[in-house]
């Protein structure tokens, strides 16, 4: 095609036109979103308030313990002197393995009072016992028994018997008189050391007896401690519990009554670097030195 050289200047600066409006065409951006002052402007959701732990209202109070990392039940119950069945049973743990860090359980019996309600009868009526003496007839009680009557003042130069005096019966021992046998006959190996060994070692046999140091019920007889091995723990009253620990066998379970000498397992070395028993006397849940409990041998 012909194109005259008067249009030719014309024709050029109009494709050199369009040439710079396609290429400022594709050099425009797109428009940048300010994400942060769109969000500051949308207030941000409010964190719901941490829900208590069970027991909250009781942390610090006596007989109850703030439950601390690495515990377990079985480990608080040793610590405080119960059985772990106990505790559970105190605070209506429907999981015993489920206790968190914080929580605070109630590590003492609750009272008595609380625990046994009063009977109820068929209607539905709660029914209370009423004390004896407001049911026996005022006719019926026994008359007061007459004053003896005065002795007559001996003679002069009477020789007047005395009857000996009859000593008061002695106190029932207390904590500190509680009693116990050895718990096997081998040798001592490992004294108590408050720090370092929370109560004797004493070495033997495998299969040698162990015997249970006094009578009581069996709280823990199981492997979930660690340290103990083979455990089985006894609690004998209020106050004292006993431990025997790295067992081969155990002949007892929970919750089953021992006498005193009673054979409840046999020695052994679990979790232990040798075959021994490891024995432990506990007053309120604190080892104390079993020299003080138990007889010279």
């Known amino acids: 095609m012909f194109v005259s050289r008067a249009l030719a200047p014309g024709l050029a600066a109009a494709v050199a036109g369009l040439v710079l409006c396609g290429c400022g065409t594709r050099l425009t951006q797109a428009p940048v979103e300010d994400r942060g002052t ?9 964190l719901a308030a ?10 610090g109070k006596p007989g109850y313990y703030t439950v601390k990392p690495g515990d377990t039940l079985i480990r608080i119950g040793l610590e405080s002197g119960q059985g772990w069945k106990d505790i559970a049973r105190w605070n209506d743990l429907e999981n015993a393995d489920r206790i968190e860090v914080d929580q605070v359980l109630r590590v003492v019996p609750p009272p008595a009072a609380a625990s046994t309600p009063a009977p109820a009868s068929a209607s539905g009526v709660v029914t209370r016992p009423v004390a004896a003496a407001s049911v026996v007839p005022a006719a019926a009680a026994s008359p007061p028994a007459p004053k003896p009557a005065a002795s007559p003042a001996p003679a002069p130069g009477t ?3 005395v009857a000996p005096t009859v000593p008061a019966p002695a106190a029932s021992a207390g904590e500190n008189g509680m009693a116990f046998a050895w718990p096997a006959s081998g040798t001592l190996i490992a004294g108590f050391d408050e720090a370092r060994n929370k109560g004797y070692d004493i070495g033997g046999k495998a299969g040698d007896p162990v015997l249970a140091a006094a009578d009581g019920r069996v709280v823990y007889a199981g492997a979930g401690l660690r340290g103990y091995g083979n455990l089985i723990v006894i609690q004998h009253n209020d106050a004292f519990l006993t431990a025997y620990a790295h067992n081969q066998a155990m002949l007892v379970k929970d919750e089953q009554s021992v006498r005193k000498g009673q054979k409840i397992a046999e ?6 670097d040798r075959v021994k028993l490891h024995f432990e006397i506990r007053r309120h849940g604190k080892p104390v030195d079993p020299s003080r409990y138990l007889p010279a041998r």
């Not at 941490?50 to 942390?59: I, W």
């Open 267 to 272: 020695m052994g070395r679990t979790d232990a």
């Open 50 to 59: 941490a829900k208590p732990l069970p027991g909250a209202e009781n942390a």
């Open 38 to 46: 769109a969000s500051s402007s949308t207030p941000a959701p409010q």
């Open 159 to 161: 020789v007047v018997a």
